[in-house]
């Protein structure tokens, strides 16, 4: 085996451990009941709003309630991104055309969505949302197509 297909072979194993790892905290934060998930929202929500924001310890419980449900939907969003993108760099290791290593990260990153959500429908206080496998389905592709700027980009530089 020569030292190229080491590399390879190398940065694929690195780049699955990193997805699985992905994958199992993603099952972990929807493992957490309704009121273990909606706390550590809320914790989150507070702390952006009092350290970041308002500078204040009373907050509104208006402000707090919708702060906590963005900070829960680009949670999704960002978590499936970094789905995206580590789907995208590892089927980019193999020599398949462009168009299918696209669909097969969207496919897989899609289908780990709708099954995080089916399986919260198992959880006590959980439930699965629609809304958040299409949040979850948009990450993947933003992180696709950071993927796919970066390799443009080397390849630029590479006929450079």
């Known amino acids: 085996?020569?030292?190229?297909?080491?590399?390879?072979?190398?940065?694929?194993?690195?780049?699955?451990?990193?997805?699985?790892?992905?994958?199992?905290?993603?099952?972990?934060?929807?493992?957490?009941?309704?009121?273990?998930?909606?706390?550590?929202?809320?914790?989150?929500?507070?702390?952006?709003?009092?350290?970041?924001?308002?500078?204040?310890?009373?907050?509104?419980?208006?402000?707090?309630?919708?702060?906590?449900?963005?900070?829960?939907?680009?949670?999704?969003?960002?978590?499936?991104?970094?789905?995206?993108f580590l789907l995208m760099s590892f089927v980019s290791t193999y020599n398949l055309k462009e168009r299918k290593r696209v669909l097969m990260s969207l496919c897989i990153g899609i289908l780990y969505a709708t099954s995080d959500e089916i399986h919260q429908a198992f959880v006590p206080g959980r439930g699965p949302q629609v809304t958040d496998v299409m949040i979850d389905s948009m990450g993947v592709v933003l992180g696709i197509l950071i993927v796919l700027f970066i390799l443009k980009i080397l390849r630029t530089a590479i006929k450079k």
């Open 1 to 84: 085996m020569n030292m190229e297909k080491i590399k390879i072979n190398i940065l694929r194993v690195i780049l699955l451990i990193l997805l699985l790892g992905t994958f199992f905290a993603i099952f972990g934060f929807s493992s957490q009941n309704g009121e273990e998930s909606g706390s550590l929202s809320k914790n989150v929500a507070k702390f952006f709003l009092e350290k970041i924001v308002y500078h204040e310890k009373e907050i509104n419980e208006q402000v707090l309630e919708t702060t906590t449900k963005v900070i829960r939907k680009v949670a999704h969003f960002s978590i499936y991104t970094v789905v995206g």
